[in-house]
């Protein structure tokens, strides 16, 4: 089993569409949790960091659910310039500190 | 813009070359990361630098040999490497607490 997992999609969504993604993890040690984007053939960036309580930064939120090991990011009102690679990114504690990221959702919003 | 920047942006070389890839950021980051990405692939972890000290070395192959002269600067010197190493190589720092890194736009390696 892969550490973090997602769905490589593509999501195929409308202007407009609310989208969901999801991602599992299987270190119950691990302890931070972060979305970032990646346009294609550019780095990645940080989107936003995930909390237990649940965080919204505009139209994104983001939630932690540790007892099913399981974060989700929202995208309401999507845009043209949502269209990316979205990494779900864990950080443990194995041997130091290690950033493991998921294979990534790819998103196309089309007009 | 990222504050981490690297070089070069593009680097060709053969198999028996011997090149070096450079990342420098001016943040007063205390942590340094390599990572590779092949295409359509998420970033796979090499080696981390803590306090310019090698802290986490994921089993990459001796042909790759990272440095840290000082807290500013990071190198992967590069050397025998094999065509299968092509691939977007990408710097990221952090603060102490390595809870969020910050890339440099990378460079893309093509070996033949």
């Known amino acids: 089993r892969k550490e973090v997992e997602q769905d490589p999609g593509p999501f195929n969504v409308p202007e407009g569409a609310t989208v969901a993604f999801n991602c599992t993890y299987s270190n119950s040690a691990s302890q931070s949790f972060f979305w970032y984007r990646q346009d294609c053939r550019k780095e990645p960036k940080l989107l936003m960091s995930v909390y237990s309580s649940g965080n919204e930064d505009g139209r994104f939120t983001a939630q932690l659910n540790r007892a099913s090991q399981y974060i989700s990011l929202l995208i309401r009102d999507s845009k043209l310039s949502d269209s990316a690679t979205y990494l779900c990114v864990v950080l443990g504690m194995t041997g130091g500190f290690k950033t493991i990221f998921g294979a990534g959702t790819r998103l196309f919003v089309k007009a | 813009d990222t504050e981490v920047t690297q070089t070069p942006k593009h680097l060709v070389m053969g198999m028996t070359n011997k090149k070096s890839l450079k990342c420098e950021q001016h943040?007063?980051?205390?942590?340094m990361y390599w990572y590779k990405q092949k295409a359509k692939k998420p970033p796979e972890l090499m080696f981390v630098?803590?306090?310019?000290?090698?802290?986490i070395n994921e089993s990459v192959p001796s042909r790759f040999s990272p440095e840290c002269p000082n807290s500013s600067l990071l190198n992967l010197h590069l050397h025998a490497l094999q065509p299968e190493d092509s691939a977007l190589y990408l710097c990221?720092?952090?603060?102490?607490?390595?809870?969020?890194?910050?890339f440099g736009a990378g460079t893309r390696l093509s070996v033949l």
């Open positions: 630098y803590s306090y310019e000290k090698l802290s």
């Open positions: 990221a720092s952090s603060p102490t607490d390595p809870r969020i890194q910050y």
């Open positions: 943040m007063g980051h205390r942590a």
